[in-house]
C-alpha cells in the first residue's frame, strides 16, 4: 500500500497549459511538502503545508499554486506552463508541526514533467 | 511497500570515528544509488552516487558500498565531522539512464558527538 502517491507519473504538455500533480498520503502525517528536482539532481523545497495551512513558500512564480483539501492531500497547480516547468516533482510527507523535514520523511516517487 | 529502506532512524557516533549508514532495496531493477544530506531547514543535497556497474565509488570522507546480491548500499563517512550531523536520505533509480525518477528511503539523523 503507497504511503505517498503522486498522479500522474509523467506528464506531457504543451507551453502556456495549465495542469496539476496530485499527492496523497496514507500516513497520517501532519506535514507535506512539494519539491523540484533541477539537473543537479538538488531537491529544492516549493512548499510545505501543515494541517492543511501553508507554512513555506518559497520563491517560486506563482504560477505554481498548492492547494491542499484536507492533511492527507496537497495538490499542485501549475498555470501557463513554461519549457522551464520541466522537471521532476517530488511530493513528501512527514509526521509533525515542523517546519521542514527534520525526522522520518517519505517521498512520493516524483511526476516527470515535461513541457513542450 | 516501501521499496528503499533506512532500517535505522538515527545514528549517533563520536567525532573522528567512522559513520556507516545503511539502505536496503526490494526492487532488482534498480541500477542507480544515490545518497542526499539534509540540514533542518534546507532542501536535501547531492552527496554521491553509484552505479550498479560498480561496488564502490569515493568522493573524499565519503564512500559508497553497493552488494547488489544482497540488494544494500552503505555510506561511510570518515572521519566523521560535526558538521556531518544532518538527516541522510537513500534513493534509488532505474532501469536505465536517463530514468531521473526517484524512490526515497526515510531517512537516518546521524548526530556527530564532539
Known amino acids: 500500500d503507497t504511503a505517498v502517491s503522486q498522479t500522474p507519473k509523467y506528464l506531457v504538455t504543451q507551453m502556456g497549459n495549465d495542469k496539476s500533480i496530485k499527492c496523497e498520503q496514507n500516513l497520517g502525517h501532519d506535514t507535506m511538502y512539494w519539491y523540484k528536482q533541477d539537473s543537479k539532481k538538488f531537491l529544492k523545497i516549493m512548499f510545505s503545508y501543515n494541517n492543511k495551512e501553508l507554512i513555506i513558500n518559497e520563491t517560486v512564480p506563482n504560477r505554481f499554486s498548492p492547494k491542499s483539501p484536507d492533511k492527507a492531500h496537497l495538490n499542485l497547480h501549475i498555470n501557463s506552463l513554461e519549457l522551464g516547468d520541466s522537471a521532476v516533482y517530488f511530493c513528501a510527507s512527514s509526521q509533525g508541526a515542523i517546519i521542514e523535514i527534520d525526522s522520518e520523511a517519505f517521498f512520493g516517487q516524483g511526476t516527470r514533467l515535461t513541457v513542450v | 511497500d516501501q521499496q528503499v529502506k533506512q532500517n535505522s532512524p538515527s545514528l549517533s557516533v563520536q567525532e573522528g570515528r567512522i559513520s556507516i549508514l545503511n539502505c536496503d532495496y526490494t526492487n532488482s531493477m534498480f541500477d542507480y544509488f544515490l545518497w542526499y544530506k539534509k540540514y533542518p531547514a534546507e532542501g536535501p543535497t547531492f552527496l554521491i552516487s553509484?552505479?550498479?556497474?560498480?561496488d564502490k565509488n569515493e568522493d573524499g570522507r565519503f564512500t559508497v558500498f553497493l552488494n547488489k546480491s544482497a540488494k544494500h548500499l552503505s555510506l561511510h563517512i570518515v572521519p566523521s565531522q560535526p558538521g556531518d550531523s544532518a538527516v541522510y536520505f537513500c534513493a534509488a533509480s532505474g532501469p536505465g539512464f536517463g530514468n531521473e525518477k526517484l524512490t526515497f528511503g526515510t531517512g537516518t539523523r546521524l548526530t556527530i558527538i564532539p
Open positions: 553509484i552505479s550498479s556497474i560498480k
